[in-house]
């Protein structure tokens, strides 16, 4: 079965492998949010990318599930003693990373040759896309603060400002990476991970032609939303401040008819009867690499029922 | 005694170490060279000044004489993997300085105010000036390979291209940094430290005002040449290569009129009969943190024999 997972950070990252756990490398092919890329240091930094890529390279430490095993902290460290930007926590390897895409990316390479390449030199089999090659840059619309790039949002002010809405700055712009048409188009299925539905996946839902694409095909999310609170992140926070009541059933009207099945927790069964598509119930936390692969396993037996 | 220290890197700033040794801070100023600079990875990397600034900041590498103390190279290693440019042995500490030293350049902050503060930061009492917040570029012209940019020739090239001349590109539009002349003109003598004539001090002597300033001032120059060989760097090849017998002799006659005395080493005494001016003769080799004060020693007494 060929699958195209769409993803954000650490949720899409952790169901990524887990799907790499179970499909043969070539019928795996991950579809990357950039809304969350930034400029800092005078380097292009894409967070959703790298952790995707770490993550199924096993260069991720497990710990967090962001950030590279063994990370060192040296340069941030002297960053921070000369005074410089040290809100946003580059580890060494990492920068490594930002550092020799940005010098590519003033080459003229496009981020998804640059991103294919470095996922040969980490030895990932699977195919990890960029959603765009054109930059794409969410902007966090707030009630205080006007609107603050994302990563100001996320990382320098912990999610704090309340949230009236988003831009994706440089979507009308942008199209879809090469490749993420055709993976699509190729596929038997488009498993939406559980990322956040506002950050993560809209920005990949509003490049030109994805949601033809998706309608074509049998597509089913995971709820990032589990009991009303996320595992990791503000989408809770995010619906419950634009005046939408936050849980797994808010999530399944969010992607409304996009979706051929909607997959939520058990916790949350009471819901599955107000959602209009079919369900599938299961465990949806992923606590270790056991737990990728068992949910993924759901995943695909969820889509296998389908047909 | 008002000190200024012309320098370029690692001889520059050992003999810059010795003198810091002895006079009092507020005596010593060090202008440095930045013909050496240059752009890699993004970032505006400057390495005679930042070898003079951890040198006097007691944080440079014993053993190199240049570098960091406790030095890591995560990021080389990382950069090497991806396929990088891996040829200019960026450690992780001092990429913290050229990281924080670029994003304040774009800023529009002048190289000078920059120094100024990182060396307020590693608590380095002594003024140290980039010679010019202008950029200056040294360009080698090389008899098979055309005119190359210096740490190219000097790093990547590891100094193989023979040799014809030099241009320092943009030197024209550079003016000598806030404070230089003006140190020059309250000091009492001005030291030509034991580094390259070539592309370490005729960059900083090419800058507009600078020969006139010192024609004004005791000037008393250290030959960076023993018995005919460098103690360290291509300048006795570069003299060679250029069709000038290398020696204390060519380096005495390369500043000509510009000195008050040379100071050469005392396997090169035979020499000292055919150089006009002056002349000190002592021991001009430093291998340890004692060389470096005994040799700036016995410049200021060079320069008190001169009153």
Redesign the interface.
């Known amino acids: 079965m060929r699958i195209v997972a769409l993803a954000g950070g650490v949720g899409g990252a952790k169901l990524s492998d887990g799907l790499a756990q179970i499909l043969p490398a070539a019928d795996l092919t991950v579809i990357v949010n950039n809304g969350d890329d930034f400029e800092h240091?005078?380097?292009v930094v894409c967070p959703d990318l790298d952790t995707v890529c770490y993550t199924l390279a096993g260069l991720a430490n497990p710990e967090t599930g962001w950030g590279r095993l063994g990370e060192?902290f040296?340069?941030?460290?002297?960053?921070h003693?000369?005074?410089?930007?040290d809100w946003f926590k580059l580890g060494?390897?990492d920068?490594?990373?930002h550092?020799?895409r940005?010098?590519r990316l003033?080459e003229g390479q496009p981020l998804s040759q640059i991103t294919h390449?470095?996922c040969r030199?980490w030895n990932v089999p699977q195919a990890i896309l960029p959603m765009s090659d054109q930059p794409v840059r969410t902007m966090v619309q707030t009630a205080d603060q006007g609107e603050l790039p994302f990563q100001e949002y996320f990382v320098h002010r912990q999610c704090e400002p309340v949230v009236k809405g988003f831009r994706f700055a440089g979507i009308e712009a942008a199209r879809p990476a090469p490749g993420v048409l055709e993976a699509i188009e190729r596929s038997d299925a488009v498993v939406i991970c559980p990322s956040n539905p506002w950050v993560s996946i809209n920005p990949i839902l509003g490049l030109d032609g994805i949601r033809p694409a998706l309608s074509r095909k049998r597509v089913v999310a995971i709820s990032p939303i589990i009991a009303g609170k996320t595992v990791k992140g503000p989408a809770a926070k995010m619906y419950a401040e634009l005046g939408i009541q936050p849980s797994a059933l808010a999530v399944a009207q969010h992607y409304g008819s996009l979706l051929s099945a909607f997959i939520l927790d058990v916790q949350d069964s009471p819901l599955a009867n107000n959602i209009e598509i079919r369900t599938c119930l299961t465990d949806i936390l992923m606590n270790s690499r056991m737990d990728r692969r068992r949910l993924a396993q759901d995943v695909l037996d969820c889509i296998q029922r389908l047909s």
């Open positions: 240091l005078g380097l060192t040296h340069i941030l460290e002297s960053l003693l000369l005074g410089g930007p060494d390897l920068l490594a990373t550092l020799e940005s010098r003033r390449d470095f030199t």
